[in-house]
């Protein structure tokens, strides 16, 4: 499993409907089922809905930028426009390293 660790921001796009909650959105059971298969396979390591923006923190371990965003390229929200991965940078953890 690689050893570095990336902090990326996920924010809803032109498809979402603020009017409904995410469970409710289009497409909602493809995504979690992608969202769970990266968390299973510890790619993501951490992730957390930001307050009050609704954007969403990921940590996640992985090689490269590119790696992270080729693989959420996949994810059935990014495909459709509910969402859009914004910020990725990589983060060198000093204090409380995920899964550490």
Not at 25 to 44: C, M, N, R, T, Y
Not at 54 to 59: A, E, H, M, Q, T
């Amino acid at each position: 499993m690689p050893d570095k660790f990336f902090a990326a921001f996920v924010h809803r796009a032109g498809a979402w409907d603020h009017a409904l909650p995410p469970q409710e959105q289009a497409g909602f059971p493809d995504h979690a089922k992608f969202v769970a298969e990266l968390e299973a396979s510890g790619f993501i390591a951490m992730a957390g809905l930001m307050q009050p923006s609704s954007d969403v923190l990921f940590v996640f371990r992985a090689e490269s930028e590119a790696a992270i965003r080729e693989r959420l390229a996949q994810d059935p929200w990014q495909k459709d426009g509910h969402a859009r991965l914004g910020r990725v940078e990589e983060v060198l953890f000093r204090i409380g390293a995920p899964g550490g």
